[in-house]
């Protein structure tokens, strides 16, 4: 045992942890972010007080905020829309007015399902009155097929109207010649 007041000892272990500069500190957290490079301001202080720093977690929050350390998360959604293409874009005919009965407008969209393998794709159709399902496909691949075996189930299902609108986003699946061409061989007389 040493013969040492507890408050020296406390004393001279916080003054070591106070000699440690911004800069220096900066560059410790580097390194630990070149190990870990998920470990956010709380993980990071853990580990430089597993290494001898003691270091307060408000202060390393600060110095990886002032130097952006901070974790750059990584996108978790697939783009579905590509609307950089050199198809036709017609005007939008919806104008977003909620229409006062069923079967007078039909929006579209796609989204996806993460699965085991990867992604499948979702194409649907609702009815902007009731806000239902009128018409879906499913499928591994986002093309134009999927979005006209949307447009083919909700036609067999609701068998719209002459008038009705579909109203899809500006995406190359849309807009493509089979997309533009399908509402034509369906349309009601």
Same mark, same amino acid.
């Given at each position: 045992m040493i013969?040492l007041?507890?408050?020296?000892y406390?004393?001279?272990?916080t ?9 220096e ?7 630990i972010q070149?190990e870990l490079p998920y470990?956010? $301001?709380? #993980? ?5 007080q597993?290494?001898g720093?003691?270091? &307060?977690h408000? !202060?390393?929050?600060r ?5 952006e350390?901070?974790?750059k998360?990584r996108?978790? $959604?697939? #783009?579905?829309t590509?609307?950089?293409?050199d198809?036709?874009i017609?005007p &939008?005919?919806? !104008?977003?007015?909620?229409?006062d009965r069923?079967?007078?407008v039909?929006?579209?969209?796609f989204?996806?399902?993460r699965?085991?393998a990867?992604f499948?794709?979702l ?7 009731? !806000?239902?399902v009128?018409?879906?496909g499913?499928?591994k691949?986002?093309?134009t097929p999927?979005?006209?075996a949307a ?10 109207p002459p ?7 500006r995406g190359?699946q849309?807009a493509s ?5 399908m509402?034509?061989v369906?349309r009601?007389?």
């Amino acid at each position: 045992m040493i013969d040492l007041p507890r408050s020296s000892y406390y004393y001279r272990s916080t003054a070591r942890a106070l000699n440690l500069g911004d800069t220096e500190l900066v560059a410790i957290i580097e390194d630990i972010q070149d190990e870990l490079p998920y470990y956010g $301001y709380r #993980r990071v202080t853990y580990e430089l007080q597993r290494r001898g720093h003691l270091v &307060n977690h408000k !202060r390393v929050a600060r110095v990886m905020r002032e130097n952006e350390l901070g974790i750059k998360p990584r996108k978790r $959604y697939v #783009r579905t829309t590509d609307s950089n293409h050199d198809s036709p874009i017609y005007p &939008n005919l919806y !104008r977003n007015v909620i229409p006062d009965r069923p079967n007078m407008v039909w929006v579209a969209d796609f989204t996806y399902i993460r699965i085991a393998a990867g992604f499948c794709y979702l194409a649907v159709i609702l009815d902007a009155c009731s !806000r239902k399902v009128v018409g879906y496909g499913l499928s591994k691949r986002l093309d134009t097929p999927l979005a006209l075996a949307a447009l083919q189930s909700a036609i067999e299902n609701r068998k719209p109207p002459p008038g009705c609108i579909h109203h899809t986003d500006r995406g190359c699946q849309y807009a493509s010649d089979d997309g533009r061409l399908m509402p034509l061989v369906y349309r009601v007389p």
